[in-house]
């Protein structure tokens, strides 16, 4: 591997959470209804993905981890649409640059699966293989060929919870795949994938909170606003659980959460926040395309209908509970 595509994979993949992230999204796009996560020392020394979408077919396993292989762009108007798309092929030559991965992978169509070992980038091994439709990628012992990204690692307590918080968002902004986290082998999050965004509440943060909620769902300025916001008097006393999705993907939004607050204004006392799960449904052209696809905060092409739509979608659901 040349340092420069050691950095490049570097700058993708900063933490075990990142590699956690891009694994999920692929087992999502690949269609699976369930997927299961499993880390060990914080996700540094193992992680194992599981799910049972589409797989891949023997011939396509070497190629799905060159760079910019991606099997979803495939037209301009896809590339338009590339905020969207995490890392456009990067992932798993990205990941198999730092660590150890393996494979193993089938697809509906063929009688036997394939397993595929590869680490540092370097030409992996394909072999048949007895499994499952879907696709299970285990990661070994990330940064073991760049100590110093190895350094800059948090303590795998540290760690696993980045894994965790990335793994919940994903879980929230996809109720219709059930998701499973075994941390440290003790399962810590396990969605119905019932498609029913308030039980995937439930799942994720629990009766207490699941049970202070008031529904949103309101339409203004071309953009959807649904999902939930707390009680006034279940309000919390700072931002850590405002969450917002933007179809259906998580994103920091300032318009969103300076919206969150402003409909709440005269309903909260001095020190107390709202908290949301609140999605958002808008027109891709209307999403800032300059953000950095592997950041997550975002900006749109006008803030201010978008502001109103979550001002109104708020006030609307107060509203409601005061009736
Ligand atoms: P991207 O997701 O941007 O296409 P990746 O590097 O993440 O790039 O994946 C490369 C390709 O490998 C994907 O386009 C897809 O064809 C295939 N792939 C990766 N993960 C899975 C999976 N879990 N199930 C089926 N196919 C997958
Ligand atoms: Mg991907």
Known sequence: KSVSELIAAGEVIERPASIVKELLENAIDAKASAVTVEIKQGGIGFIRITDNGIGIAREDVPTAFLRHATSKVRTEDDLTNIATLGFRGEALASV?????????????????????????????????????????????????????????????????????????KIALSHPEVSVKLIKENKTVLHTSGNRDLRSAIYSVFGKDFATGLLPVNYQHNGIRVSGFITKPACSRTNRSMQHFFVNDRYVKTRTGMAALEE????????????????????????????????????????????????????KSALEQEDI
């Open 263 to 314: 409909g709440y204004k005269h309903s909260l006392m001095v020190g107390k926040f709202p908290a949301c799960v609140l999605k958002l449904g808008i027109d891709y052209s209307l999403v800032d395309v300059n953000v950095h696809p592997a950041k997550i905060e975002i900006r749109f092409v006008q803030e201010r209908p978008v502001f109103e739509a979550i001002y109104f979608a708020v």
């Open 96 to 168: 198999c640059a730092v660590a150890k991965v393996e494979l193993i992978t089938k697809t509906a169509g063929q009688e036997l699966g394939s397993r595929y070992l590869i680490q540092g980038g370097e030409n992996g091994t394909l072999e048949e293989a007895g499994c499952p439709n879907g696709t299970t990628i285990i990661v070994r012992d990330l940064f073991y060929n760049v100590p110093a990204r190895l350094k800059f690692l948090k303590k795998d307590f540290s760690e696993g919870n980045a894994v965790q918080g990335i793994v919940e």
